[in-house]
């Protein structure tokens, strides 16, 4: 119940604070109008209908759905935490019968809870009638939520040593802008560069989804193999976030730093 409140206390955020929301929607189609117009010239110039496996058409539906994503896979749990150790508030979570990591990832939720449900909505809705199919999907897509708020609350534990976490930010975006696969489908570089990136976080939780969601890779498998690696992914980050939270609470003075 208590993470249920967390959730409902970033929803009631998202509703209270329209004009962000509609900055981010703002800001991420002109990003995706932006795209759209350099692949439509990409096509243009070239004499291939089909680049990468992806007709016109195809990219233009990736890059819109890529562009959805990147409203849900945001920053904000980074420097949440940040502002809670820098500000000394943390001390009062600490106190509490509730993990902090549980309730940033509560509150995560309910702050993307409109786009959850529009992105659970598709995958319903282009299950093409495989209702266990449309079901992996969503798995996929909600663990994918909270192995990106893993790495996100890992991030943020480096505020116990760092004086400021906003520098981190573009660097950041542009991992998650490259590796995330938002600005182009990743399986168009080269074979040997893509068997690399494409199980770092920032590529499961958005391009390789995509890529299953959209059944380009043309493997029964794939879906299961990225889930694994989600799987182990989440471990790594969990069993670190916990390591550098105790190393972190040490140093913290309970007045912020």
């Known amino acids: 119940m208590k993470y249920i409140t967390s959730a409902l206390n970033g929803f009631e955020n998202v509703l209270i604070f329209k004009s962000n929301l509609m900055v981010q929607i703002f800001s991420r189609i002109v990003q995706v109008l932006l795209s759209i117009i350099t692949w439509n010239a990409i096509y243009a110039g070239s004499n291939h209908k089909i680049?990468?496996?992806?007709?016109?058409?195809?990219?233009?539906?990736?890059?819109?759905?890529?562009?959805?994503?990147?409203?849900?896979?945001?920053?904000?749990?980074?420097?949440?935490?940040?502002?809670?150790?820098k500000d000394g508030t943390i001390s009062a979570w600490l106190i509490r019968p509730i993990s902090i990591n549980g309730e940033s990832l509560a509150n995560f939720i309910g702050s993307k809870l409109i786009f959850i449900l529009i992105m659970i909505v598709y995958l319903?809705?282009?299950?093409?009638?495989n209702l266990m199919m449309a079901m992996f999907n969503i798995v996929y897509f909600l663990f994918a939520i909270v192995v990106w708020h893993e790495l996100l609350y890992l991030i943020g534990l480096l505020s116990f040593w760092l004086i400021q976490m906003w520098p981190l930010e573009p660097i950041l975006n542009g991992f998650y802008l490259f590796l995330g696969g938002i600005l182009f489908p990743l399986n168009i570089l080269p074979q040997y560069i893509f068997n690399i990136v494409r199980f770092t976080p920032f590529s499961l939780v958005s391009s390789d989804l995509?890529?299953?969601?959209?059944?380009?890779?043309?493997?029964?498998?794939?879906?299961?193999?990225?889930?694994?690696?989600?799987?182990?992914?989440?471990?790594?980050?969990?069993?670190?976030?916990?390591?550098l939270f105790k190393k972190g609470i040490r140093k913290f003075e309970g007045v912020g730093i």
């Open 51 to 85: 680049i990468g496996g992806y007709s016109r058409t195809e990219m233009f539906g990736y890059l819109i759905l890529a562009s959805l994503l990147s409203i849900l896979f945001t920053m904000e749990p980074v420097f949440s935490l940040s502002k809670q150790v």
């Open 124 to 129: 319903v809705v282009t299950g093409n009638n």
């Open 210 to 243: 995509l890529q299953v969601v959209l059944n380009n890779n043309g493997e029964n498998t794939t879906m299961y193999i990225y889930i694994f690696s989600l799987a182990i992914w989440y471990l790594i980050l969990r069993f670190s976030s916990i390591w």
